[in-house]
């Protein structure tokens, strides 16, 4: 008793101490993609090992696809040699791998909660720093570099530290127009670029146990972004709900006894934190970030700030964002014009991300001169949305439909910023040079958001666009 | 896997001022397309050196006085954003052997261990001195000595700190765990076998 679902999951999972002193714990789910994975099977090959659980590594394809014209060959020589890498290390390799013609692929934080593999009291790996949204299933979920891909493949393991569990309790209900998006631009906000650092962050309190499986990993997938290279939610009867039925999901007797186990994972409720802090629901407000690190953030009602107004140890940080960003300090964030809209990534591409937005967006234009394109998460998502219609809404009004993939998440495929255009995104990271032009601007903020800026041309409140109350 | 033992980097020094520098600046996503880690070194920082160059400035890592330089400087929280290796790797094959900072981001600096490449933590004011050295004399060699946790430039020794078990894995030369994790194999496989979703 007395333990926090980190304590018993790294508990469960630990193969020994090593040498120095470090956890040798054992990684039950490898999940791996078409960027960070190819020159680990070089390692491996190098090294003369072998894949040693092959089925317990997923492989999806996401960074590079193209998401509108999709045969192959890619018009891009290197994307199309990263996909044939990742195929053939796959088929070598025995790994299961969910391919363009598979109807399956997708963003791999998308995909592992989809098909079911992403299991609560599991530890997974992925060489992708989001991979903590799939703490939201009350895994203990790491991103990884390319060394432990390699060691994770080769060994199952990798050597770790225990990190500290920071408790994050938010409570009480979000307004309307108010969404598990601003639930997290409001955390790091709070606490942070780097204050995660070193600890694994538990999200919790009414406002979590209110929240669908979808909201969760919203707010887990962007744990790294406040530094916490874990993040997690314990499991509940929602995640069992939404793990109900799904291909690698325990079927029959095995689903009962799966349950149980999952149940007493979660924390116990006398657990001991390292630290808790609390927030409550009613004073987040639509969240928008001004600079370039998500940690810049005001609500859409603020003003943009003053580089002398921020602690002076993010002064020039503030004012690198400013000059960056072309924003004017004291001048109001809302109305700023918008070139691009983009809807999409492992933090808002899911279905009900989907279904929020179209609802809203029936029968509403895009505003002229804006380029505002949807990017279904992952094919299961996009072939959901196309059977609801939703497809079709966000046609008619003007958005462009593609294909699923990382897209202008990150640029690496031909969907980028051109020179300094702003782009209001429903992603989690506005680094200079994100969205694959480098003087490019990216503005962070929920789905609906994005909507009310394709719509209105401009930074807006989504809540005076659509008429939320 | 016998590896070597880092206890000292000797070097020249240049200084890469500001905080949170992120993945996506020390490597842009776009020259990841890549499936070996060769040739990134010449795209470590790459915009950051083109915008200063179209600006008619000079970056540091450009800079004439500094090339050749293996210990780069910089501010707080370094290395932010992405798990990407290729980030390290960029900065390991641009010629960098260590890093000094005033904190570092996690998956970066596990990355970057087991590189081999010490990332060690000075304070802001003892940053700003060294870089006000390397600036008055950039040929003078910083040493950087594990043993004693600190670095050394013209007679001045500045401390240092780095996470216990990082210090231990480099001064051992056990920076890369592989070996040491697949001396546990027995190991992994009896835990393994008793977690039902290990099951084939
Ligand atoms: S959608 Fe963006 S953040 Fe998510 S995995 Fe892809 S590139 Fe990374």
């Given amino acids: 008793m007395s333990k926090t679902l980190l304590d018993k999951v790294w508990e469960a999972h630990t193969v020994r101490t090593l040498p120095n002193g470090a956890t040798q714990l054992l990684i039950g789910t490898h999940l791996i993609h078409e960027v960070t994975s190819p020159q680990a099977f070089g390692m491996l090959r190098d090294l003369g090992l072998k894949v040693l659980y092959p089925h317990r590594t997923f492989a999806t394809v996401d960074h590079i696809v193209p998401t509108d014209e999709r045969v192959e060959p890619f018009s891009d020589d290197l994307a199309d040699a990263m996909i044939k890498a990742l195929r053939q290390n796959c088929a070598e390799n025995g790994i299961t791998f969910f391919d363009l013609p598979t109807g399956k692929q997708g963003i791999v934080h998308i995909v592992g909660p989809e098909q079911g593999i992403t299991q609560p009291g599991t530890t997974i790996a992925c060489g992708d720093s989001h991979t903590s949204t799939h703490g939201a299933f009350g895994a203990i979920a790491f991103g990884i570099g390319t060394s432990q891909v390699r060691d994770v493949l080769a060994t199952q393991t990798m050597a770790l530290h225990k990190p500290k569990v920071r408790r994050v309790e938010v409570n009480g209900k979000l307004a309307p127009g108010v969404y598990a998006k601003d639930v997290i631009l409001h955390i790091i906000r709070k606490l942070g670029v780097n204050g995660g650092l070193g600890y694994a962050y538990e999200f919790a309190g009414s406002t979590f146990d209110a929240f669908t499986q979808e909201e969760r990993m919203t707010v887990c997938n962007m744990s790294i972004e406040g530094g916490a290279r874990v993040g997690y939610v314990n499991p509940d009867n929602t995640t069992f709900e939404y793990l109900k039925g799904r291909p690698f999901a325990p079927k029959g007797a095995d689903w009962d006894a799966a349950v149980a186990r999952w149940k007493a994972t979660a924390s116990d409720a006398d657990a001991k934190y390292d630290d808790v802090v609390t927030y409550n629901a009613a004073d987040i407000a639509p969240t928008v970030t001004w600079g370039i690190n998500p940690g810049q953030a005001i609500f859409i009602h603020e003003k943009v700030p003053f580089a002398s107004e921020v602690p002076e140890k993010d002064r020039a940080t503030a004012e690198e964002a400013l000059a960056h960003m072309h924003l004017k300090s004291g001048a109001p964030i809302k109305g700023t014009k918008v070139d691009v809209a983009f809807l999409g990534s492992c933090t808002n591409g899911r279905l009900s991300d989907l279904q929020e937005v179209a609802r809203h967006i029936k029968g509403r234009k895009v505003r002229e001169g804006v380029k505002a394109i949807v990017v279904p998460g992952s094919q299961g998502v996009a072939s959901v949305a196309e059977s609801m219609g939703l497809a079709e809404i966000f046609r008619n009004a003007g958005f462009e439909w593609r294909g699923a993939g990382c897209s202008m998440c990150l640029g690496m495929n031909p969907d980028k910023l051109v020179g300094d255009q702003l782009c209001a995104s429903s992603s989690n990271r506005n680094f200079k040079g994100r969205q694959g032009s480098p003087t490019g601007r990216t503005v962070l903020m929920s789905p609906l958001m994005v909507a009310a800026a394709a719509v209105t041309g401009e930074i807006s409140d989504a809540r005076e666009v659509f008429g939320v109350k | ?200």
């Fill in chain 2, 1 to 200: 896997m016998a590896l070597e033992k880092i206890t000292q980097v000797a070097g020249r020094g240049v200084y890469v001022p500001g905080e949170d520098l992120d993945t996506d600046r020390i490597i842009p996503a776009r020259f990841m397309k890549c499936i070996t880690f060769d040739g990134l070194g010449e795209f470590a920082f790459y915009d950051a050196r083109s915008f200063a160059k179209a600006d008619g400035q000079v970056h540091p890592l450009d800079d004439e006085r500094f090339q050749g330089a293996s210990i780069l400087l910089s501010g707080s929280n370094f290395g932010c954003g992405s798990s990407r290796e290729h980030a390290p790797q960029a900065l390991y094959r641009f010629g960098i052997r260590a890093i000094v900072a005033e904190s570092f981001a996690e998956i970066f600096f596990g990355n970057s261990i087991t590189l081999g490449m010490p990332c060690v933590i000075a304070s802001s004011e003892d940053i700003r001195a060294i870089a006000a050295l390397i600036e008055s004399d950039p040929a003078a060699v910083l040493t950087l000595d594990l043993t004693e946790k600190k670095i050394s430039i013209a007679d001045t020794d500045f401390p240092v700190t780095i996470a216990a078990h990082a210090h231990e894995a480099l001064v051992s030369g056990k920076w890369d765990a592989i070996a040491d994790l697949l001396e546990g194999l027995d190991a992994v496989k009896s835990r393994a076998n008793v977690l039902p979703y290990m099951a084939a």
